[in-house]
């Protein structure tokens, strides 16, 4: 991996690195579903977000945009309209990271079936329906 | 994004769709730095493991490699030696999800300083600081 060479300083491995503490709050269900979301879809507003991300409660929806709006990856808009209208889009920051994303999503819905057949093996080999 | 021409049948946003639920169990931090060492640093031990991922404990190093070796991306093989040494290792499906992640952890890295310095302005901002 390349990765040194980029920034020797960084180290996502390193508990006590920055790079490694941004790498955990954003390597996160929520905020890469967000993320695909906001570039595939543009800019949303909170109901059009939770309709995109199914199965995201009010609350998790409320802080993951906030943690992602804190990190520089979305923006969030207040229109002065009545009442006023409040919409989510990505900044280019968050563009370049979820470009990033996109094939990991790729790869998931091109290997499901693949690790769902591994799954049921292991749980026959096993002897067990969870893991 | 080019996801429905690619599989359409698989979903990542669909909460009830099986590439959802896989997603969600592989964007974990835990699950993707795993993958990352393995790909960089290739077969390990349990204790090699615990040593490259800093910070996490035996019990989530145990869960997760449990989960990546249920979803056939690990493989996790006993020597039968006094003592039995074990060790884990990337299947081929493995590094392929692997080498997805590498970019994202390279993005990190090349811009951990951006994503800092947008918090300290956020919580300048918001008079907080956490958010």
Partial sequence: MATEQQHPDYDVFAAFC??????????????????????????QRFSELQRSVVGVSRKMLTQTLRGLERDG??????????????????????HSLAERVVPIAHWVEENSDSVLEARTEFDAAHGAACA
Same sequence: chains 1, 2.
């Fill in 73 to 94: 990856l979305v923006r969030r808009t207040v229109h002065p309209e009545t009442p006023p209208r409040v919409v989510y889009d990505l900044l280019p920051l968050g």
């Fill in 18 to 43: 920055p790079s490694r503490n941004v790498f955990a709050e954003l390597a996160d269900k929520w905020s890469l579903l967000l993320l695909l979301s906001l570039h595939k879809l543009g800019e």
